[in-house]
């Protein structure tokens, strides 16, 4: 595993550093040193970011280079709102650069398009890595309705909003089902899941729309011929009623074909991680986020992982069992009952 630094500058704290959140939750692909953030310097991430591995924050690149010595990465740890490169980061990045170290970024600003970043990692004899540059269009892929070819049940992790957890929520179930010995494998379709080490995935946000449903169908098709699995999940993206990302969800939803959906959802959230401050677009009501996935899927919502944001820590049962009672479906958090979820997913197994 590649040893590696989180930057956030003043972020960590906000679900804008979803990508950071991430990777201090569960990675395959990075060893995970410490973040980069002067607004919480000397603390460490398990008092910031709840459910998280705890790592030191240190002020700067020099700082933590002097505690934790060579450092092969500099993961820019924020997915901003229309992926820009906050100016302050890069101050950090050309320090990384400076000291040997690879930068990757999950922007649609491209690192590598920079020409000040540009040069200096050419000096310096380092990579910079934009994982959510598309591959080249002589690459992609169409629909095929490969659906038909897969022997294993889709299972699509969809949710009531962006940042809301589904990727979190997925990541956990995934590891319960493999604890329970179940043959599973998991798509990624945005940066972080890449960054975490997903077997296959790609960033779908960053995919021309001819082409999104295409490829991530193939993505899909191609995780089943590699590794049959019984269960694949998918990891959704926006919510199907999120003005802003509605062709992320929608394309999710075409190119799985689900098989059963779980809805991702926090009681306790008023607006639309989107521009709060000035749009405070509401949250939709459920019934209508599973009616919408019904319509555009013809599958039901099978399971919701409720997210806890907001709820206070001896509420959260009585609001799990309400949520329950009114949907009908089997309700929990996905970090702390994983298990509740991974049943109502297996049940589906002795129909397929």
Request: aromatic content about 6%; hydrophobic content about 35%.
């Amino acid at each position: 595993m590649e040893r590696a630094l989180i930057l956030t500058d003043g972020h960590l704290d906000s679900s804008v550093a979803k990508t950071a959140h991430g990777l201090l939750r569960y990675s395959k692909r990075y060893e995970i040193l410490g973040v980069v953030d002067p607004k919480f310097s000397g603390s460490t991430t398990d008092q910031i970011v709840p459910n998280c591995h705890s790592k030191p924050i240190y002020d700067g690149v020099e700082e933590a280079l002097k505690e934790v010595g060579d450092v092969d990465t500099l993961i820019v740890g924020v997915a901003t709102i229309g992926g820009y490169l906050p100016e302050s980061f890069k101050k950090h990045i050309r320090r990384g650069i400076r000291e040997g170290m690879d930068v990757v970024a999950g922007l649609h600003k491209y690192l590598s398009e920079d020409e000040e970043l540009s040069e200096l990692a050419s000096e310096f004899g380092v990579e910079l890595y934009d994982i959510r540059r598309p591959p080249p269009i002589e690459e992609m892929h169409y629909f095929l309705d490969k659906k038909r070819e897969i022997g294993a049940l889709t299972i699509p992790f969809m949710g009531t909003d962006s940042s809301i957890g589904k990727r979190t929520a997925l990541i956990s179930v995934f590891e319960c089902m493999k604890e329970r010995g179940v043959d599973v494998e998991w798509v990624a379709t945005g940066q972080t899941g890449l960054l975490q080490g997903a077997a296959n995935g790609l960033p779908l946000d960053s995919i021309k729309g001819d082409y999104m449903v295409g490829e991530l169908e193939h993505k899909i098709w191609t995780t089943w011929d590699e590794h049959r699995p019984d269960i694949i999940l998918i990891e959704g993206q926006g919510s199907i009623s999120h003005p802003a990302y509605v062709c992320g969800s929608r394309a999710v939803l075409a190119a799985s074909q689900p098989d059963g959906v779980v809805l991702v959802h926090a009681p306790a959230r008023k607006y639309r991680h989107y521009r709060e401050d000035d749009i405070k677009w509401p949250m939709p009501e459920v019934e209508l986020e599973r009616e919408l996935i019904g319509l555009y899927s013809g599958s039901d919502v099978i399971a919701m992982c409720v997210n806890p944001e907001d709820i206070p820590l001896d509420e959260r049962a009585s609001v799990e069992r309400e949520l329950q009672s009114r949907y009908g479906i089997p309700c929990a958090d996905s970090l702390e009952r994983p298990e509740k979820i991974s049943e109502a997913i297996e049940g589906l197994l002795e129909d397929h």
